[in-house]
């Protein structure tokens, strides 16, 4: 069964980096059937998608956070990695990843939703 | 950017209760539509894909349906393990986007 789990400082200074880890169990991150997401949600608030990678090592980010992100493999660790530069208090958030499961609708292939999810973890930013 | 809206955002209801929850997309989405719940505490978990089918292992109480723009989540009899929050994910374009999330309560 695959498993995901987040890891990294639980607090970040304003304008430093975030730096975010997770482990994959149950699975190879180097499989050419998937791709791996970072995830967030606010405390309180709803789930923002921040971006995926491939085993290749191809991305992709969301336009919103695209010029501060960088999403990388480790792939003898069987980790994937989340960096998030120049952070403020509108970073606080509980940072998710998960699998991004590739999907075909009417012969399109897509990146479809995320499947399994770790367990979270919350990220302060805060002086 | 698709934008997902959900409605209502919040909603009261009884074990035993039909509920019906609403995701309208700003575009037309084809059925590139998922749902999933959310509990106190933890991760959203995948319960809907492709608009209406269930994902393995999720109670048939649960269905969805739509496409386009109007898409729709029941639960055709509450039980108390359902109390939760629900969202709705869109992935025919990128960026991929969520509803603002729907809080079902009890009664």
């Known amino acids: 069964q695959l498993q995901l789990q987040e890891s990294g400082p639980g607090l970040v200074r304003p304008s430093e980096t975030l730096s975010l880890t997770c482990s994959v169990s149950g699975g190879s991150i180097s499989s050419t059937t998937y791709y791996w997401g970072w995830l967030r949600q606010p405390p309180g608030k709803g789930l923002e998608w921040i971006g995926t990678i491939y085993y290749s090592g191809g991305t992709y980010y969301n336009p919103s956070l695209k010029s501060r992100v960088i999403i990388s493999l480790d792939t003898s660790k069987n980790q994937f990695s989340l960096k998030l530069s120049s952070v403020t208090a509108a970073d606080t958030a509980l940072y998710y990843c998960?699998?991004?499961?590739?999907?075909?609708?009417?012969?399109?292939?897509?990146?479809?939703?995320?499947?399994?999810w770790g367990q979270g973890s919350l990220v302060t930013v805060s002086s | 950017a698709i934008q997902l809206t959900q409605s209502p955002s919040s909603l009261s209801a009884s074990v035993g209760d039909r509920v019906t929850i609403t995701c309208r997309a700003s575009?037309?989405?084809?059925?590139?539509l998922v749902w999933y719940q959310q509990k106190p505490g933890k991760a959203p978990k995948f319960l809907i894909y492709?608009?209406?089918s269930l994902e393995s292992g999720v109670p048939s109480r649960f269905s969805g349906s739509g496409s386009g723009t109007d898409f729709t989540l029941t639960i055709s009899s509450l039980q108390p393990e359902d109390f939760a929050i629900y969202y709705c994910?869109?992935?025919?374009?990128?960026?991929?986007?969520f509803g603002q999330g729907t809080k079902l309560e009890f009664k």
């Open positions: 575009q037309g989405i084809s059925s590139a």
């Open positions: 994910q869109q992935f025919y374009s990128y960026p991929y986007s």
């Open positions: 998960a699998r991004h499961v590739p999907v075909t609708i009417f012969g399109v292939p897509m990146m479809g939703w995320f499947d399994p």
């Open positions: 492709d608009a209406s």
